[in-house]
């Protein structure tokens, strides 16, 4: 006779733990659809966005979690006006502040059916659909940069993540000693996740050569060459030179080719920080500036930046790609049942993440809607933005170029028509209108530093825009400028 414990037992398992009725998701799914919807279609009318301090926002949102679900309708309203509505929208036309993501409605379509498919992306055995996926995105990315086969890399959160990878993929070769000694080779115009990469994985300060760029911002080869010389004088072990291609502050791109000449007569491993500007490759011109790309050991991408693709959508290409496995790869007993057959991969022996979710499905997904040439036009769009604002501010009477357009960046400074300030009060003044600019809520336009002066930059990533955005957004900054040099 079974023990009555036992049919207790089962039958409270007997069913499952339904959380909504039957025609729930439907409904709901039609109504945030339609609110998708209404905001794609209409983002270039709004303002480009607000924000409130932290204990306005505890006022609006900190609450308990609740015992009972609510209204799905009064949930959404709640995200639109509370959360959306205290953000600034990346999407935005007018967003030319750092260098954030415009995505296109094929990949955010994507994106909705990763998440219902939950597929998980870390093993072959799990998933080899979403692997293959995988697979066949980082192979275009390969064949845009004219890497060999033999590369491998991975999709990650972000730049910071892919950059991370690398420096201890590269670092796996060296001996302790080696790595109590060795020196990363990097511009003074570097991306700060460089920094915070080196530190994770245990460099000092001291192993950290920040070296002087040109007139154009770009790595000087001479002063590489000079350093490593006298790091070698010093008994020192010259490991890593990280090159950008397309920097955050100006978009402009190192001498690459010469940079891996010298990589290769050192015998050091060459890492190209391409997150920003790797999809100029799709041009011609793009493939003549970036010449040499393709003699790197690793590269980052940011599909997430320049590739029209939701957030997050990192990536990381290595030359020698079996060096990935070696690196990460972990036997733990409970992963003995998905070690993967020669011919297959597991993404999560590649990188840092076990639990990875399925991100090359939107890159996927929309480069095949879309085609590759519709990302041609996207970037040669937004080079041709970059080149007219330029054009524009050159021409208004009040305002200093500080980096003429290179890719789709150029900065500039207003300086004031009929009166004369000191250095100082000139940089306190683009600041302010910056910041007038941004509580108008017409555009986002951030500020920084080159050759110690403070400078606004504009960064086109958006498909959005258009040149008459661009002639309203220098409109305004004249006009904020003209008004506030008195009070400067």
Known sequence: MPDPSFEHLRSACATPIVPHAPDWPREVSL???????????????????????????????????????????????EFQSKVVGNSFRPSHPRFWAFIASAPTFASILAEFLAANANLFAGVWKEAAGAAEVELVVLDWFRHFLSLPTGTLGLLTGGGSEATLTALTVARESLSFDGRSRCVLYVSEHRHWSVDRGA????????QI?????????????????HAITADLARGLLPWL?????????????????????????????LHVDAAYGWPMVLLEEGKRLFAGVEQADSITLDPHKWF???????????????????????????????IPREDEINFCDQGIALTRRFRALKIWMSVKLLGVGWYRRLIAHNCALARYAEA??????????????KLSIVCFRYVPRDCAIGDAELDTLQQA???????????FV??????????????????????????????AIASIGDRMTCIV
């Open 209 to 225: 050569r920040s070296l002087p760029c040109d007139a154009d911002y770009r790595m000087r080869v001479d002063g590489l060459e």
């Open 241 to 269: 030179v990280l090159a950008n291609a397309g920097t955050t502050n100006t978009g402009s791109v190192d001498p690459l080719a010469d940079i891996a000449a010298v990589c290769a007569r050192h015998r050091l491993w």
């Open 199 to 206: 530190k994770i994985i245990g460099l000092r300060p001291d």
């Open 308 to 338: 029209a693709q939701p957030f997050e959508a990192g990536c990381l290409l290595v030359r020698r790609g079996e060096l990935l496995a070696k690196t990460f790869t972990m036997r733990p007993e409970y992963m003995q049942d998905v």
């Open 31 to 77: 109504e945030a659809l339609e609110a998708i919807l209404c905001d794609y279609e209409h983002l270039d009318k709004t303002p480009i966005g607000r924000t409130k301090s932290r204990p306005e926002m505890e006022c609006l949102l900190h609450e308990p979690p609740p015992e009972d679900g609510r209204d799905f309708s009064h949930i959404l309203g």
């Open 433 to 443: 209108i910056a910041a007038e600019l941004l509580a108008s809520g017409l555009a």
């Open 446 to 475: 951030s500020t920084t530093r080159l050759h110690g002066q403070t400078t606004l930059r504009f960064c086109f990533v958006n498909w959005r825009t258009t040149a008459a955005d661009v002639d309203e957004v220098v409109a």
């Open 392 to 405: 524009l501010v050159r021409t208004a009477g009040c305002f200093e170029v500080t980096s003429a357009a």
